[in-house]
């Protein structure tokens, strides 16, 4: 089992950046695909931003995030983060942290592990 805890997330202004952070515990960290998603009120759950396991030579971006946000991994304290610049009211949703076994990042949802994730709200 792998235990996801996201955390950062809360209220900035527009044109504001926060960064989430997603500690893991239980399992070896440093090859797994790590993920964000979010999920905005009444809509589904979307694909943000991925990298894939060991170094994260690799990583992927929603279109609506590119260029403004940044995944990045920190293997020594078992930690990813998404580092988001120029918030817009629509990122406004809860994000969740995504984990998996394969070091393969998918932009899928096909993770094996979840976090409870972390309420950003982005006021206009």
């Known amino acids: 089992q792998v235990q996801l805890v996201e955390s950062g997330g809360g209220l900035v202004q527009a044109g504001g950046s926060l960064r989430l952070s997603c500690a893991a515990s239980g399992r070896p960290f440093s090859s797994y695909a790590m993920g964000w998603f979010r999920q905005a009120p009444g809509k589904e759950r979307e694909f943000v931003a991925a990298?894939?396991?060991?170094?994260?030579?690799?990583?992927y971006y929603a279109d609506s995030v590119k260029g403004r946000f940044t995944i990045s991994r920190d293997n020594a304290k078992n930690t990813v983060y998404l580092q988001m610049n120029s918030l817009k009211p629509e990122d406004t949703a809860v994000y969740y942290c995504a984990a998996d076994p394969d070091p393969k990042a998918t932009t899928l949802g096909k993770y094996d592990y979840w976090g409870q994730g972390t309420q950003v709200t982005v006021s206009s």
């Open positions: 990298i894939t396991g060991w170094t994260g030579d690799n990583t």
